[in-house]
């Protein structure tokens, strides 16, 4: 069974940064689309970033601030974020999945596996 723990979230002022890392266990993902979705409250889980062998996906409201990154001898996907907003507080969680997609309105598709997440609270 495929499980995925994240790491790395916590309070941040509004312009820092943090560093989330998700570690996976119970099978080698390195054909699997990785990624990072949130979910703020009352609002949808949204894709923020997916990373696969050949592309990167990254959703609008984060582009040129979050970078995905994945370490395939790890396991593990990372999630660096810069220049932190407040309407980036959110639940953050780590997700694998075999066959993912998206569409033009950023829904996400084919996800298999999810981590319980981990709270980021930027401060203004």
């Known amino acids: 069974q495929v499980q995925l723990v994240e790491s790395g979230g916590g309070l941040v002022q509004a312009g820092g940064s943090l560093r989330l890392s998700c570690a996976a266990s119970?099978?080698?993902?390195?054909?699997?689309?990785m990624g990072w979705f949130r979910q703020a409250p009352g609002k949808e889980r949204e894709l923020v970033a997916v990373?696969?062998?050949?592309?990167?996906v990254t959703g609008d409201s984060v582009k040129g601030r979050f970078t995905i990154s994945r370490d395939n001898a790890k396991n593990s996907v990372y999630l660096q974020m810069n220049s932190l907003k407040p309407e980036d507080t959110a639940v953050y969680y780590c997700?694998?999945?075999?066959?993912?997609?998206?569409?033009?309105?950023?829904?996400?598709?084919?996800?298999?596996?999810w981590g319980k997440g981990t709270l980021v609270t930027v401060s203004s």
């Open positions: 119970g099978r080698t993902l390195s054909g699997y689309a």
């Open positions: 990373v696969e062998s050949w592309r990167v």
């Open positions: 997700a694998a999945g075999r066959f993912f997609s998206y569409d033009s309105a950023y829904r996400y598709y084919g996800m298999d596996y």
